[in-house]
């Protein structure tokens, strides 16, 4: 027994999402890593932090508890150019919209986890020297249960 799924389902989301760069897939050239990967590429999607919540499914406490994770994802985009912020931002939403369209399409985790929507996003960008770097930061909404079994 655990008494959450969240970094399950945060590592079922990575690992999927690291699926998705191969060769004729939507994520194909665009690094994905469970973590900030230190030596970032020019485009790349990252887990942040987690939360959760529970709330008890049975009318007994610590029986079955619904869970509801919320991953943070982070799509980082590098162009060796300056000012080109709006062409940043375009290619982070672009990227954005190919994990989402994915995650509709496929949205079990394994494990009895759920990816059930995006429920927030923030993005921002910096323009260092001769360059352009967009941070668009979403969460990612997965539900399971937890079952700790009648008597906790």
């Not at 994520?27 to 890593?33: F, P, S, W, Y």
């Not at 590429?41 to 009318?59: K, N, S």
């Not at 869970?67 to 954005?96: G, H, M, Q």
Request: proline share 4%.
């Amino acid at each position: 027994m655990t008494g959450t799924n969240v970094y399950a389902a945060k590592k079922a989301l990575f690992d999927g999402l690291a699926a998705l760069t191969a060769p004729g897939q939507p994520l194909e050239g665009i690094q994905v890593a469970y973590a900030f990967p230190g030596d970032v590429e020019l485009e790349c999607v990252y887990g942040g932090g987690v939360r959760f919540v529970h709330d008890d499914e049975t009318a007994e406490r610590w029986v079955v508890t619904g869970e509801v994770a919320l991953i943070s994802v982070y799509i980082r985009v590098n162009r060796k150019e300056p000012r080109a912020v709006a062409a940043a931002d375009t290619r982070c939403a672009a990227i954005f919209g190919q994990i989402v369209s994915v995650l509709r399409s496929y949205p079990s985790l394994g494990g009895g986890m759920t990816v059930t929507g995006v429920t927030q996003g923030q993005g921002d960008y910096d323009q260092p020297q001769d360059e352009t770097v967009s941070v668009l930061g979403v969460q990612v909404r997965v539900e399971s249960q937890i079952t700790y079994g009648a008597g906790g």
